[in-house]
Protein backbone atom coordinates (compact mmCIF):
# COMPACT_ATOMS: atom_id res chain seq x y z
CA UNK A 1 0.00 0.00 0.00
CA UNK A 2 1.63 3.49 -1.58
CA UNK A 3 0.84 6.78 0.48
CA UNK A 4 -0.35 8.43 -2.89
CA UNK A 5 1.05 11.65 -3.35
CA UNK A 6 -0.15 14.11 -6.29
CA UNK A 7 2.31 16.75 -7.70
CA UNK A 8 -0.07 20.01 -8.30
CA UNK A 9 0.93 21.20 -11.41
CA UNK A 10 2.32 24.45 -11.64
CA UNK A 11 3.77 26.45 -9.35
CA UNK A 12 0.61 29.15 -7.74
CA UNK A 13 0.11 31.18 -4.48
CA UNK A 14 0.25 29.78 -1.55
CA UNK A 15 -2.70 28.08 -0.24
CA UNK A 16 -4.26 26.92 -3.78
CA UNK A 17 -4.37 23.47 -3.63
CA UNK A 18 -7.50 23.32 -5.78
CA UNK A 19 -10.97 23.27 -5.15
CA UNK A 20 -11.94 21.77 -1.52
CA UNK A 21 -14.54 19.23 -3.09
CA UNK A 22 -11.87 17.76 -5.35
CA UNK A 23 -9.79 16.90 -2.11
CA UNK A 24 -12.60 15.66 0.11
CA UNK A 25 -13.06 13.03 -2.51
CA UNK A 26 -9.33 12.32 -3.51
CA UNK A 27 -9.17 11.91 0.85
CA UNK A 28 -11.94 9.24 0.34
CA UNK A 29 -10.37 7.75 -2.51
CA UNK A 30 -7.22 7.03 -1.06
CA UNK A 31 -8.65 6.31 2.40
CA UNK A 32 -10.87 3.60 0.72
CA UNK A 33 -7.85 2.60 -1.08
CA UNK A 34 -5.26 2.66 1.35
CA UNK A 35 -7.16 1.90 4.74
CA UNK A 36 -8.91 -1.49 4.95
CA UNK A 37 -8.85 -0.92 8.56
CA UNK A 38 -11.51 1.45 8.04
CA UNK A 39 -9.62 4.64 9.21
CA UNK A 40 -12.12 7.95 8.56
CA UNK A 41 -9.72 10.36 6.99
CA UNK A 42 -9.80 13.83 8.57
CA UNK A 43 -8.96 17.08 7.04
CA UNK A 44 -10.02 18.87 9.87
CA UNK A 45 -8.16 17.30 12.30
CA UNK A 46 -8.16 18.62 16.04
CA UNK A 47 -5.24 17.71 17.48
CA UNK A 48 -4.36 17.75 21.71
CA UNK A 49 -1.12 20.04 20.73
CA UNK A 50 1.20 20.46 18.24
CA UNK A 51 1.34 17.80 15.86
CA UNK A 52 5.14 18.31 14.15
CA UNK A 53 6.90 17.96 17.55
CA UNK A 54 9.29 15.21 15.49
CA UNK A 55 10.51 18.04 13.03
CA UNK A 56 10.72 16.92 9.47
CA UNK A 57 13.43 15.09 7.51
CA UNK A 58 14.59 14.43 4.19
CA UNK A 59 16.71 11.71 2.69
CA UNK A 60 17.40 9.02 -0.05
CA UNK A 61 18.30 11.92 -2.69
CA UNK A 62 17.95 11.18 -6.43
CA UNK A 63 18.67 13.67 -9.45
CA UNK A 64 14.67 14.37 -9.55
CA UNK A 65 13.83 14.54 -5.85
CA UNK A 66 14.03 13.07 -2.63
CA UNK A 67 12.03 11.30 0.55
CA UNK A 68 10.47 14.37 2.55
CA UNK A 69 9.33 12.67 6.13
CA UNK A 70 7.17 13.77 9.16
CA UNK A 71 5.23 12.01 12.05
CA UNK A 72 2.15 13.82 13.13
CA UNK A 73 2.73 13.36 17.23
CA UNK A 74 1.10 16.02 19.68
CA UNK A 75 2.17 13.51 22.25
CA UNK A 76 5.38 11.87 21.01
CA UNK A 77 6.09 9.93 24.24
CA UNK A 78 2.74 8.73 24.58
CA UNK A 79 2.00 7.08 21.12
CA UNK A 80 1.40 10.05 19.38
CA UNK A 81 -1.74 11.26 20.19
CA UNK A 82 -3.94 11.55 17.21
CA UNK A 83 -6.09 8.78 17.70
CA UNK A 84 -7.65 6.42 15.26
CA UNK A 85 -8.53 8.78 12.30
CA UNK A 86 -6.10 9.14 9.21
CA UNK A 87 -4.88 12.85 8.54
CA UNK A 88 -4.74 14.57 5.20
CA UNK A 89 -1.37 16.21 5.16
CA UNK A 90 -0.59 18.87 2.86
CA UNK A 91 2.99 19.61 1.55
CA UNK A 92 4.96 21.90 -0.48
CA UNK A 93 8.66 21.97 -2.02
CA UNK A 94 9.79 25.63 -2.67
CA UNK A 95 12.97 27.42 -4.16
CA UNK A 96 12.77 29.84 -1.36
CA UNK A 97 12.25 29.50 2.19
CA UNK A 98 9.81 31.76 2.09
CA UNK A 99 7.40 29.77 -0.59
CA UNK A 100 7.01 32.46 -2.83
CA UNK A 101 8.03 29.82 -5.54
CA UNK A 102 6.16 26.36 -4.88
CA UNK A 103 7.32 23.61 -7.61
CA UNK A 104 5.80 20.86 -5.89
CA UNK A 105 2.78 20.58 -3.84
CA UNK A 106 0.24 17.44 -2.98
CA UNK A 107 -1.17 15.50 -0.38
CA UNK A 108 -1.02 12.34 1.40
CA UNK A 109 -2.53 10.40 4.40
CA UNK A 110 -1.25 10.24 7.79
CA UNK A 111 -2.13 6.42 8.77
CA UNK A 112 -2.62 5.58 12.19
CA UNK A 113 -1.27 2.21 11.40
CA UNK A 114 2.04 3.97 10.24
CA UNK A 115 1.95 6.02 13.48
CA UNK A 116 0.71 8.95 11.40
CA UNK A 117 3.83 9.22 9.83
CA UNK A 118 4.20 10.04 6.16
CA UNK A 119 7.24 9.49 3.55
CA UNK A 120 6.70 11.61 0.27
CA UNK A 121 8.77 10.52 -2.58
CA UNK A 122 9.32 13.66 -4.94
CA UNK A 123 10.37 13.23 -8.26
CA UNK A 124 10.63 15.85 -10.90
CA UNK A 125 12.86 18.17 -9.37
CA UNK A 126 16.23 20.08 -11.14
CA UNK A 127 19.93 18.01 -10.30
CA UNK A 128 22.23 19.26 -7.75
CA UNK A 129 20.38 22.14 -5.96
CA UNK A 130 18.85 22.91 -2.04
CA UNK A 131 14.98 22.83 -2.23
CA UNK A 132 12.67 23.81 0.97
CA UNK A 133 9.46 21.72 2.27
CA UNK A 134 7.38 21.80 4.99
CA UNK A 135 4.14 20.21 5.82
CA UNK A 136 0.84 21.10 6.46
CA UNK A 137 -2.26 19.33 8.48
CA UNK A 138 -5.36 21.70 9.78
CA UNK A 139 -4.27 24.90 10.46
CA UNK A 140 -0.61 23.57 11.82
CA UNK A 141 2.39 24.08 9.83
CA UNK A 142 5.37 21.67 9.83
CA UNK A 143 8.68 23.44 10.68
CA UNK A 144 10.76 24.45 7.27
CA UNK A 145 12.77 21.95 6.32
CA UNK A 146 15.84 22.05 3.39
CA UNK A 147 17.03 19.17 1.55
CA UNK A 148 19.28 18.84 -2.36
CA UNK A 149 18.74 16.52 -4.88
CA UNK A 150 22.08 14.44 -6.05
CA UNK A 151 23.70 15.85 -9.26
CA UNK A 152 22.59 14.37 -13.01
CA UNK A 153 23.39 10.98 -13.91
CA UNK A 154 26.65 12.12 -16.04
CA UNK A 155 27.94 15.27 -14.13
CA UNK A 156 31.29 14.65 -12.42
CA UNK A 157 30.28 16.72 -9.25
CA UNK A 158 33.65 19.00 -8.89
CA UNK A 159 32.90 17.91 -4.70
CA UNK A 160 30.51 16.79 -2.31
CA UNK A 161 30.85 17.15 1.56
CA UNK A 162 29.41 14.34 3.98
CA UNK A 163 29.09 13.88 7.56
CA UNK A 164 29.60 10.17 8.97
CA UNK A 165 27.43 9.64 12.32
CA UNK A 166 26.66 6.92 14.18
CA UNK A 167 25.64 5.28 17.92
CA UNK A 168 23.78 8.21 19.65
CA UNK A 169 22.96 6.76 23.10
CA UNK A 170 20.56 9.42 24.67
CA UNK A 171 21.55 9.05 27.88
CA UNK A 172 24.56 9.06 27.52
CA UNK A 173 24.90 12.74 26.08
CA UNK A 174 23.72 15.50 24.40
CA UNK A 175 23.33 15.86 20.31
CA UNK A 176 26.40 18.54 20.42
CA UNK A 177 27.71 16.71 17.52
CA UNK A 178 24.83 17.16 15.54
CA UNK A 179 24.99 20.91 16.48
CA UNK A 180 28.43 20.64 14.94
CA UNK A 181 27.58 18.68 12.38
CA UNK A 182 25.03 21.34 11.24
CA UNK A 183 27.74 24.06 10.74
CA UNK A 184 30.18 22.00 8.60
CA UNK A 185 28.54 22.80 5.17
CA UNK A 186 27.44 19.34 4.77
CA UNK A 187 25.44 18.06 1.14
CA UNK A 188 24.44 14.82 2.39
CA UNK A 189 24.72 13.01 6.08
CA UNK A 190 25.43 9.60 6.19
CA UNK A 191 24.02 7.51 9.36
CA UNK A 192 25.28 3.81 10.20
CA UNK A 193 23.54 2.46 13.43
CA UNK A 194 22.68 2.55 16.69
CA UNK A 195 20.24 5.80 15.73
CA UNK A 196 18.23 4.36 19.20
CA UNK A 197 18.72 2.07 22.14
CA UNK A 198 16.31 -0.36 23.38
CA UNK A 199 17.43 -0.42 27.13
CA UNK A 200 14.91 1.06 29.62
CA UNK A 201 15.66 4.29 31.64
CA UNK A 202 18.62 4.47 33.16
CA UNK A 203 19.45 6.81 36.53
CA UNK A 204 23.32 7.25 35.98
CA UNK A 205 23.21 9.51 32.13
CA UNK A 206 22.30 12.75 31.55
CA UNK A 207 19.26 12.22 30.63
CA UNK A 208 16.97 9.19 30.92
CA UNK A 209 15.03 7.28 28.56
CA UNK A 210 11.34 7.43 29.02
CA UNK A 211 10.13 3.51 29.98
CA UNK A 212 11.06 0.25 30.25
CA UNK A 213 13.22 -1.71 27.22
CA UNK A 214 11.54 -1.06 24.01
CA UNK A 215 9.92 -4.52 22.85
CA UNK A 216 6.47 -3.61 21.47
CA UNK A 217 5.70 -1.38 18.86
CA UNK A 218 4.07 1.22 20.60
CA UNK A 219 7.37 0.90 22.78
CA UNK A 220 9.90 1.11 19.89
CA UNK A 221 7.41 4.42 18.11
CA UNK A 222 8.44 5.82 22.10
CA UNK A 223 11.77 5.40 22.19
CA UNK A 224 12.01 6.72 18.54
CA UNK A 225 9.82 10.05 18.96
CA UNK A 226 11.80 10.75 22.50
CA UNK A 227 15.23 10.87 20.69
CA UNK A 228 13.64 12.72 17.52
CA UNK A 229 12.37 15.44 20.08
CA UNK A 230 15.89 16.58 20.62
CA UNK A 231 16.62 20.32 19.26
CA UNK A 232 20.03 19.45 17.37
CA UNK A 233 19.03 16.12 16.02
CA UNK A 234 15.65 18.01 14.32
CA UNK A 235 17.90 20.32 13.22
CA UNK A 236 20.46 18.22 11.25
CA UNK A 237 17.77 16.01 9.47
CA UNK A 238 15.83 19.45 8.35
CA UNK A 239 19.30 20.69 7.08
CA UNK A 240 20.18 18.02 5.09
CA UNK A 241 19.28 14.75 3.05
CA UNK A 242 20.12 12.02 5.42
CA UNK A 243 21.08 8.34 4.26
CA UNK A 244 20.51 5.38 6.92
CA UNK A 245 21.31 2.13 7.91
CA UNK A 246 20.52 0.48 11.30
CA UNK A 247 22.61 -1.56 13.35
CA UNK A 248 21.60 -4.06 16.60
CA UNK A 249 20.65 -1.40 18.84
CA UNK A 250 17.12 -0.74 16.56
CA UNK A 251 16.25 -3.81 17.71
CA UNK A 252 18.20 -5.68 19.93
CA UNK A 253 21.73 -5.53 21.66
CA UNK A 254 23.93 -7.44 19.49
CA UNK A 255 20.90 -10.07 17.81
CA UNK A 256 21.47 -11.75 14.75
CA UNK A 257 19.06 -12.13 12.17
CA UNK A 258 16.17 -13.86 13.93
CA UNK A 259 18.01 -14.81 17.28
CA UNK A 260 18.11 -12.16 20.14
CA UNK A 261 20.82 -12.64 22.60
CA UNK A 262 18.14 -13.76 25.06
CA UNK A 263 17.56 -16.55 22.72
CA UNK A 264 13.65 -15.20 22.67
CA UNK A 265 11.22 -17.76 21.16
CA UNK A 266 9.37 -14.26 20.24
CA UNK A 267 11.92 -12.52 18.81
CA UNK A 268 10.67 -12.36 14.96
CA UNK A 269 7.86 -10.82 16.54
CA UNK A 270 9.78 -7.98 18.52
CA UNK A 271 11.95 -7.58 15.67
CA UNK A 272 8.96 -6.91 13.19
CA UNK A 273 7.83 -4.34 15.52
CA UNK A 274 11.13 -1.92 15.48
CA UNK A 275 11.62 -2.50 12.35
CA UNK A 276 7.93 -0.80 11.36
CA UNK A 277 9.07 2.11 14.15
CA UNK A 278 12.24 2.63 12.31
CA UNK A 279 10.70 2.70 8.99
CA UNK A 280 7.91 5.47 9.98
CA UNK A 281 10.63 7.31 11.70
CA UNK A 282 13.20 7.25 8.84
CA UNK A 283 13.44 9.38 5.83
CA UNK A 284 13.20 5.98 3.49
CA UNK A 285 11.81 4.78 0.35
CA UNK A 286 8.50 3.45 -0.05
CA UNK A 287 10.89 0.13 -1.35
CA UNK A 288 12.13 -0.13 1.86
CA UNK A 289 8.58 -0.26 3.74
CA UNK A 290 8.55 -3.54 6.18
CA UNK A 291 6.29 -6.76 5.88
CA UNK A 292 5.48 -8.72 8.61
CA UNK A 293 8.63 -10.70 8.39
CA UNK A 294 11.69 -8.64 6.11
CA UNK A 295 12.14 -4.84 4.82
CA UNK A 296 14.76 -4.39 2.25
CA UNK A 297 17.03 -1.46 3.59
CA UNK A 298 19.72 -2.09 1.58
CA UNK A 299 20.11 0.68 -1.19
CA UNK A 300 22.05 2.99 -3.36
CA UNK A 301 22.65 6.30 -4.32
CA UNK A 302 24.58 7.76 -6.94
CA UNK A 303 26.51 11.16 -6.88
CA UNK A 304 26.49 12.08 -10.17
CA UNK A 305 29.47 10.01 -11.63
CA UNK A 306 31.91 11.35 -8.41
CA UNK A 307 30.44 8.61 -5.71
CA UNK A 308 27.96 5.78 -5.23
CA UNK A 309 26.80 4.82 -1.99
CA UNK A 310 26.34 1.04 -1.27
CA UNK A 311 23.85 1.07 2.11
CA UNK A 312 24.18 -2.24 3.91
CA UNK A 313 22.17 -4.31 6.08
CA UNK A 314 24.22 -6.55 7.99
CA UNK A 315 21.97 -7.23 10.70
CA UNK A 316 18.34 -8.79 9.05
CA UNK A 317 19.98 -12.22 7.59
CA UNK A 318 23.67 -12.53 9.13
CA UNK A 319 24.22 -15.94 10.43
CA UNK A 320 24.59 -15.93 14.21
CA UNK A 321 27.26 -15.43 16.40
CA UNK A 322 29.79 -18.05 16.21
CA UNK A 323 30.97 -19.97 19.34
CA UNK A 324 28.39 -18.21 21.74
CA UNK A 325 28.36 -18.41 25.18
CA UNK A 326 26.17 -21.79 26.62
CA UNK A 327 22.37 -21.27 26.51
CA UNK A 328 23.23 -17.20 25.24
CA UNK A 329 23.20 -15.93 21.36
CA UNK A 330 24.71 -12.59 20.99
CA UNK A 331 28.39 -11.42 20.65
CA UNK A 332 31.50 -12.42 22.91
CA UNK A 333 35.32 -12.59 22.59
CA UNK A 334 36.49 -15.83 20.73
CA UNK A 335 39.54 -16.93 19.79
CA UNK A 336 40.57 -18.28 16.58
CA UNK A 337 39.94 -21.72 17.68
CA UNK A 338 36.38 -21.74 17.12
CA UNK A 339 35.80 -24.32 14.21
CA UNK A 340 32.58 -22.80 13.57
CA UNK A 341 34.13 -19.43 12.64
CA UNK A 342 35.66 -21.32 9.10
CA UNK A 343 32.42 -21.96 7.90
CA UNK A 344 32.41 -20.64 4.53
CA UNK A 345 28.32 -20.74 4.19
CA UNK A 346 28.32 -18.22 7.37
CA UNK A 347 27.19 -14.86 6.44
CA UNK A 348 26.80 -11.17 7.04
CA UNK A 349 24.51 -10.18 4.88
CA UNK A 350 22.61 -12.97 3.14
CA UNK A 351 23.45 -14.33 -0.29
CA UNK A 352 20.64 -12.02 -2.46
CA UNK A 353 22.54 -8.95 -0.88
CA UNK A 354 25.64 -10.41 -1.18
CA UNK A 355 24.52 -10.82 -5.33
CA UNK A 356 23.35 -7.22 -4.91
CA UNK A 357 26.66 -5.79 -3.93
CA UNK A 358 28.30 -7.42 -6.57
CA UNK A 359 26.37 -6.46 -9.36
CA UNK A 360 26.47 -3.26 -8.02
CA UNK A 361 29.92 -2.56 -7.87
CA UNK A 362 31.21 -2.54 -11.48
CA UNK A 363 29.30 -0.20 -13.59
CA UNK A 364 31.60 2.51 -12.77
CA UNK A 365 34.67 1.89 -11.97
CA UNK A 366 36.20 5.38 -12.16
CA UNK A 367 33.92 6.83 -9.50
CA UNK A 368 34.37 6.66 -5.60
CA UNK A 369 32.62 3.74 -3.82
CA UNK A 370 31.72 4.11 -0.36
CA UNK A 371 29.99 1.09 1.41
CA UNK A 372 28.07 2.27 4.66
CA UNK A 373 27.35 -0.67 6.51
CA UNK A 374 27.29 -1.09 10.41
CA UNK A 375 30.51 -2.79 11.99
CA UNK A 376 33.89 -2.73 12.14
CA UNK A 377 35.61 -4.52 8.66
CA UNK A 378 39.14 -4.55 9.66
CA UNK A 379 40.83 -7.38 11.76
CA UNK A 380 40.74 -5.92 15.84
CA UNK A 381 42.41 -8.70 17.31
CA UNK A 382 44.20 -8.90 20.62
CA UNK A 383 46.16 -11.70 21.63
CA UNK A 384 45.79 -13.06 24.99
CA UNK A 385 48.00 -16.12 26.60
CA UNK A 386 49.36 -16.96 23.30
CA UNK A 387 46.03 -16.87 21.24
CA UNK A 388 44.19 -14.11 19.10
CA UNK A 389 40.83 -13.17 19.97
CA UNK A 390 38.94 -10.65 18.82
CA UNK A 391 34.63 -9.80 18.76
CA UNK A 392 32.27 -12.08 17.42
CA UNK A 393 29.91 -9.58 16.31
CA UNK A 394 31.91 -7.27 14.07
CA UNK A 395 33.23 -9.28 10.81
CA UNK A 396 36.38 -10.52 12.55
CA UNK A 397 33.29 -12.99 12.93
CA UNK A 398 32.33 -13.63 9.38
CA UNK A 399 36.26 -14.10 7.63
CA UNK A 400 34.81 -16.18 4.67
CA UNK A 401 32.00 -13.61 4.13
CA UNK A 402 34.66 -10.45 4.29
CA UNK A 403 36.45 -12.21 1.81
CA UNK A 404 33.91 -12.30 -0.19
CA UNK A 405 33.24 -8.80 -0.08
CA UNK A 406 36.78 -8.11 -0.57
CA UNK A 407 37.42 -10.18 -3.16
CA UNK A 408 34.52 -8.60 -4.73
CA UNK A 409 36.27 -5.11 -4.97
CA UNK A 410 39.27 -6.28 -5.83
CA UNK A 411 38.32 -8.45 -8.51
CA UNK A 412 36.31 -5.42 -10.44
CA UNK A 413 39.43 -3.52 -9.86
CA UNK A 414 37.67 -0.71 -8.02
CA UNK A 415 40.33 1.20 -6.59
CA UNK A 416 38.66 3.69 -5.15
CA UNK A 417 36.81 1.90 -2.18
CA UNK A 418 36.30 3.02 1.18
CA UNK A 419 34.21 1.29 3.72
CA UNK A 420 32.54 3.41 6.22
CA UNK A 421 31.27 2.04 9.64
CA UNK A 422 30.02 2.65 13.42
CA UNK A 423 29.26 0.27 16.22
CA UNK A 424 32.65 -0.01 17.95
CA UNK A 425 32.57 3.91 19.74
CA UNK A 426 35.84 4.38 18.33
CA UNK A 427 37.52 6.29 15.84
CA UNK A 428 39.49 4.17 13.54
CA UNK A 429 41.38 4.63 10.35
CA UNK A 430 42.00 0.72 8.62
CA UNK A 431 43.74 -0.04 5.55
CA UNK A 432 41.28 -3.10 4.33
CA UNK A 433 43.16 -6.47 3.13
CA UNK A 434 42.63 -9.98 2.21
CA UNK A 435 45.11 -10.90 4.36
CA UNK A 436 45.51 -9.42 7.56
CA UNK A 437 48.87 -11.26 8.64
CA UNK A 438 50.73 -9.68 5.40
CA UNK A 439 52.31 -6.41 6.46
CA UNK A 440 53.59 -6.36 2.68
CA UNK A 441 50.11 -6.83 1.50
CA UNK A 442 48.17 -3.83 -0.84
CA UNK A 443 45.20 -2.52 0.68
CA UNK A 444 41.98 -2.81 -1.01
CA UNK A 445 40.29 0.20 0.64
CA UNK A 446 40.49 2.01 3.56
CA UNK A 447 37.83 1.68 6.38
CA UNK A 448 36.64 4.91 8.42
CA UNK A 449 34.75 4.18 11.82
CA UNK A 450 32.86 7.05 13.07
CA UNK A 451 33.40 7.13 16.83
CA UNK A 452 29.70 7.65 18.67
CA UNK A 453 27.75 10.99 18.69
CA UNK A 454 27.22 10.08 22.49
CA UNK A 455 27.49 6.34 23.30
CA UNK A 456 29.69 5.74 25.61
CA UNK A 457 33.51 4.04 24.70
CA UNK A 458 35.85 1.97 26.63
CA UNK A 459 39.42 2.71 27.82
CA UNK A 460 41.99 3.96 25.42
CA UNK A 461 44.54 1.66 26.94
CA UNK A 462 42.47 -1.05 25.33
CA UNK A 463 42.55 0.71 22.19
CA UNK A 464 46.08 1.22 22.30
CA UNK A 465 47.08 -2.05 22.50
CA UNK A 466 44.85 -3.09 19.67
CA UNK A 467 46.44 -0.79 17.68
CA UNK A 468 49.97 -1.68 18.23
CA UNK A 469 48.48 -5.21 17.66
CA UNK A 470 47.14 -4.54 14.37
CA UNK A 471 49.48 -2.59 12.07
CA UNK A 472 46.50 -1.73 9.35
CA UNK A 473 44.86 -0.21 11.87
CA UNK A 474 46.56 3.17 11.28
CA UNK A 475 44.36 5.26 14.03
CA UNK A 476 42.33 4.31 17.17
CA UNK A 477 40.73 6.83 19.17
CA UNK A 478 38.16 5.88 21.95
CA UNK A 479 37.89 8.27 23.97
CA UNK A 480 36.04 10.86 22.54
CA UNK A 481 32.98 11.20 20.86
CA UNK A 482 32.29 13.03 17.38
CA UNK A 483 32.17 11.98 14.00
CA UNK A 484 33.54 12.24 10.57
CA UNK A 485 33.46 14.84 7.56
CA UNK A 486 34.46 13.58 4.49
CA UNK A 487 35.50 15.75 1.11
CA UNK A 488 35.36 14.33 -1.80
CA UNK A 489 36.56 15.75 -5.28
CA UNK A 490 37.51 13.08 -8.33
CA UNK A 491 41.10 12.82 -6.86
CA UNK A 492 40.52 12.75 -3.67
CA UNK A 493 38.78 12.06 -0.89
CA UNK A 494 39.77 13.68 2.69
CA UNK A 495 38.70 12.70 6.34
CA UNK A 496 38.55 15.06 9.53
CA UNK A 497 37.64 13.39 12.37
CA UNK A 498 36.06 15.71 13.97
CA UNK A 499 35.94 15.48 18.04
CA UNK A 500 33.95 17.08 21.14
CA UNK A 501 35.13 18.41 24.14
CA UNK A 502 32.93 16.42 26.30
CA UNK A 503 29.47 15.47 25.35
CA UNK A 504 28.26 15.37 28.33
CA UNK A 505 27.93 19.09 27.76
CA UNK A 506 25.56 20.45 25.41
CA UNK A 507 27.40 23.39 24.50
CA UNK A 508 30.82 21.85 24.05
CA UNK A 509 32.91 22.39 21.14
CA UNK A 510 34.47 20.51 18.57
CA UNK A 511 37.98 19.53 17.03
CA UNK A 512 39.90 17.84 14.34
CA UNK A 513 41.94 15.87 16.05
CA UNK A 514 43.32 13.80 12.66
CA UNK A 515 42.99 14.59 9.00
CA UNK A 516 43.58 10.87 6.68
CA UNK A 517 43.22 10.84 2.37
CA UNK A 518 42.66 8.63 0.28
CA UNK A 519 43.78 9.16 -3.05
CA UNK A 520 41.49 7.69 -6.12
CA UNK A 521 43.44 5.35 -8.17
CA UNK A 522 45.59 4.43 -4.69
CA UNK A 523 43.88 2.11 -2.50
CA UNK A 524 44.30 2.80 1.67
CA UNK A 525 44.53 6.01 3.94
CA UNK A 526 47.61 8.48 4.49
CA UNK A 527 47.42 10.28 7.48
CA UNK A 528 47.60 14.09 6.68
FE1 LIG B 1 26.46 1.65 19.52
Known amino acids: ?63 SGAVLWTRLAPEPLNGGGVGADAVVVRWEVAEDELFGRVVQRGTVDALPARAHSVHVEVVGLDPARWYFYRFIAGDEVSPVGRTRTAPAVADVSPQLRFGLGSCQHFEHGYYAAHRH ?60 PWIVTWDDHEVDNNYAGTRSESLDPDFRRRRAAAYQAYFEHMPLRELARPTASRMVLRSRHNWGRLAR ?155 DELVRENPHILHGDSARRGYVVFDVTPQRCTARLRVLGDATDRHTDVSTTATFAVDAGQPGAQRL
Open 1 to 63: MAPETSPAGPPSARGDLGLAGERAALARALAAWQSPSDALVTERPRFTGYPFTLGVASGAPLP
Open 181 to 240: LNAEGLDLMVFVGDYIYEGPGRPDGVRRHTGGEARTLLGYRNRHAQYKTDPDLQRLHASV
Open 309 to 463: FHVLDGRQRRTPQACPRPGRGGANMIDERCRELRAPGRTMLGAPQERWFNAGLGVAPERWNFIAQQTLMARAAVTVNGRRRFSSDAWDGYPAARDRLLGAIADDGLRSCVVLSGDAHTAYVCDLKRDFDDEQAPPIAAEFCGTSITSRGRAQSAT
